[in-house]
T-cell receptor, first 113, second 114 residues
Framework: NAGVTQTPKFRVLKTGQSMTLLCAQD?????MYWYRQDPGMGLRLIHY???????AKGEVPDGYNVSRLKKQNFLLGLESAAPSQTSVYFC????????????FGPGTRLTVT | KNQVEQSPQSLIILEGKNCTLQ??????????LRWYKQDTGRGPVSLTI?????NTKSNGRYTATLDADTKQSSLHITASQLSDSASYIC?????????????FGKGTRLHILP
């Protein structure tokens, strides 16, 4: 099992450009999450999904959109990137609720210039 | 306000020595507490989970303790190895109205010197 995979691993964007980060899991988990991690801030939840076709806002959702068309995939979109979105993005999944163990992907390092 | 505070922010110790990391929380109603290890450039990986009734849990050289009365947890690392160099993140879950929320600490950065 690959667990949780993320693509791409690195990306540099110019302000105003758009991009989509892809997360895939092969553990048949119901819940999936997108976090950002910034120095001194810890992990912050952007959006999450409790099942195929559902999405919900986390604590820092502005400027991002998500979609969960298939159970195994969770996409994070940036429509108009801003320098404040420079960060490391982690995808995670869990078998059931957020209180269950979360399995994290390797991360995507995004720089917006 | 639900908060998780970790101390110290960073710690440097020599290989072979023991160390203890602290986590204080004000999360309510408490569901469980996890310690994650995050190696540089990688995603966090769960080390232990503590529920309300558990005081101590070990995972190899890692031992976590929980005092639910004082809302404190610690992670003790015995006979440290170079591979223990990482960030250690305390995560507390709260369950309210059948909805779980999790609160992440900012982590303790541990450096093991040879």
């Amino acid at each position: 099992n690959a667990g949780v995979t993320q693509t791409p691993k690195f990306r540099v964007l110019k302000t105003g450009q758009s991009m989509t980060l892809l997360c895939a899991q092969d553990m048949n988990h119901e819940y999936m999450y997108w976090y950002r991690q910034d120095p001194g801030m810890g992990l912050r939840l952007i959006h999450y999904s409790v099942g195929e076709g559902t999405t919900a806002k986390g604590e820092v959702p502005d400027g991002y959109n998500v979609s969960r068309l298939k159970k195994q995939n969770f996409l994070l979109g940036l429509e108009s990137a801003a320098p404040s979105q420079t960060s490391v993005y982690f995808c995670a999944s869990s078998y059931h609720t957020r209180a269950y163990e979360q399995y994290f992907g390797p991360g995507t390092r995004l720089t917006v210039t | 306000k639900n908060q998780v505070e970790q101390s110290p922010q960073s710690l440097i110790i020599l290989e072979g020595k023991n160390c203890t990391l602290q986590c204080n929380y004000t999360v309510s109603p408490f569901s469980n507490l996890r310690w994650y290890k995050q190696d540089t450039g990688r995603g966090p990986v769960s080390l232990t989970i503590m529920t309300f009734s558990e005081n101590t849990k070990s995972n190899g050289r890692y031992t976590a303790t929980l005092d639910a009365d004082t809302k404190q947890s610690s992670l003790h690392i015995t006979a440290s190895q170079l591979s223990d160099s990482a960030s250690y993140i305390c995560v507390v879950s709260a369950t309210m109205n059948r909805d779980d929320k999790i609160i992440f600490g900012k982590g303790t950065r541990l450096h093991i010197l040879p």
